[in-house]
């Protein structure tokens, strides 16, 4: 865990700081402790475990988050690293009065709420040379891969529907790609002068699948409901629509599918023969909304 993330960090029972145990060993330690005597566990794979009780789900499988791995490394989504990269390089708002006076214009430390493998965040850590990044995700499966992400990025284990285990206005970015939305927990981690980047599927995401495979479909008030999460705490700000044509072979097709939550939802035998009719290349439209919005 870098040094610059951890200082951020705080305990998700006192909201004290954290420390590595030895102190001054972040690289080797094996968990993090508070001035009250909480401790939480490093796992061998380099994420910190900062959940507190029972977890009420445990997030992707190891399945979906390898199938994710092997999509997103494919370039498939590239529409959206390329599009949250161009828009943390967009200078923050000019300072406002003297607690702004140590900040930059550019994110210092940018947080990937329901990071899964953390591979948005790590494009977006490439075009901010200056910037760490903490990865947060409930999977286990996803965070090992996430803590391996960026050099300049961290992982962490918690539930993102519960308290965030940072410090109020730590947070210069928020991204949220295809993941719960925290209203509350988001503004108050984010700096005043932050940004939170939040992007949703469109109404023509993935289309030609969910006719042809029976996928589950983009709810119609997709666009309220994330509006009704958000605007009590946030000012929404511009929108950008960025749509791509796919061309996948049917092995890319089922690993598509094996990724979202369409996985959760639809019988295999079923969905393995709609897969095998399909021909080769398959046409598969990409649609994202990717709204920023500012605190209120």
Known sequence: MPPEILRHLRCPLCGQPLAPVPPGAASGATALRCPA???????????????VGRAPHSGDTAAMVAARDEFLGAGHYDLISTTLAELA????????????GART?????VVDAGAGT?????????????????????????LRRAARAHPRAGAVLCDTWRRLPLADGAADLVLNVFAPRNGAEFRRVLHPRGRLL???????????LVDALALLRVDPA??????DSLTPYFTPGPVTIRRDTLRLTR??????????????????????????????????????????????
């Open 37 to 51: 005597g909480h401790s939480f566990d490093v796992a061998r794979q380099g994420y910190v475990n900062l959940t």
């Open 89 to 100: 390089t967009t200078p923050a708002a000019p300072a406002t009065g003297p607690a702004d």
């Open 105 to 109: 214009a550019y994110p210092e430390l």
């Open 118 to 142: 953390g591979w948005h965040l790590a494009a977006v850590l490439d075009a901010l040379p200056g910037a760490t990044g903490l990865a947060l995700d409930v999977s286990k499966p996803a």
């Open 198 to 208: 939040v992007v949703t599927p469109a109404a023509d995401h993935l289309r030609e």
């Open 222 to 227: 997709k666009e309220e409901r994330v509006a």
């Open 251 to 296: 092995a890319e097709v089922r690993t598509l599918v094996g990724m979202g939550p369409s996985a959760w939802h639809t019988a295999p035998e079923p969905l393995d023969a709609r897969i095998d009719a399909l021909s080769e290349p398959v046409t598969v439209t990409a649609a994202v909304r990717i709204a920023v919005y500012r605190p209120r």
